[in-house]
C-alpha cells in the first residue's frame, strides 16, 4: 500500500512556474511507475506525465511538452513536476498516482489527493 501527497499548489501568473512535489509513504513506492494528472470541473482526468520506476523513461502529454519537467528521488519517495511558461489553461487540479501504467489513469490503483494549480492571466 502506498499513501501519496501532493503539494506545492498555488496561484501563478501566466508564464510563471510553479513546481508541486508528490511525497509517498509506503512499502514498494519505487517499483511504481508514477505518473501526473489534472482534472477541471466536468472533463475527465487527463495525463500529464509519466515516470518510470526507475525514471528512465519518462512521458508527456503534448500540451506540456517542453514546458513541465518531472523527475523523482526514490531515495526521498519523492516525485516532482516542474511547470514553467504557465497557460491559464494549465489550470487544475493536480494528482499524482503510483501503479503500473503510463498515460492511463486506469493503471494507477494510488491516488493523492490533488494540489490545486491556477493559473491568472
Known amino acids: 500500500q502506498v499513501q501519496l501527497v501532493e503539494s506545492g499548489g498555488g496561484l501563478v501568473q501566466a508564464g510563471g512556474s510553479l513546481r508541486v512535489s508528490c511525497t509517498a509513504s509506503?512499502?514498494?513506492?519505487?517499483?511504481?511507475?508514477v505518473g501526473w494528472f489534472r482534472q477541471v470541473p466536468g472533463k475527465d482526468r487527463e495525463f500529464v506525465a509519466a515516470?518510470?520506476?526507475?525514471?528512465?523513461?519518462?512521458y508527456y502529454a503534448d500540451s506540456v511538452k517542453g514546458r513541465f519537467t518531472m523527475s523523482r528521488d526514490n531515495a526521498k519517495n519523492t516525485v516532482y513536476l516542474q511547470m514553467n511558461s504557465l497557460k491559464v489553461e494549465d489550470t487544475a487540479v493536480y494528482y499524482c498516482?503510483?501503479?503500473?501504467?503510463?498515460?492511463?489513469?486506469?493503471?494507477?490503483?494510488?491516488w493523492g489527493q490533488g494540489t490545486q494549480v491556477i493559473v491568472s492571466s
Open positions: 509506503g512499502r514498494g513506492f519505487s517499483l511504481y511507475n
Open positions: 515516470s518510470t520506476w526507475s525514471g528512465g523513461r519518462l
Open positions: 498516482a503510483a501503479g503500473w501504467g503510463d498515460y492511463d489513469p486506469r493503471k494507477f490503483p494510488y
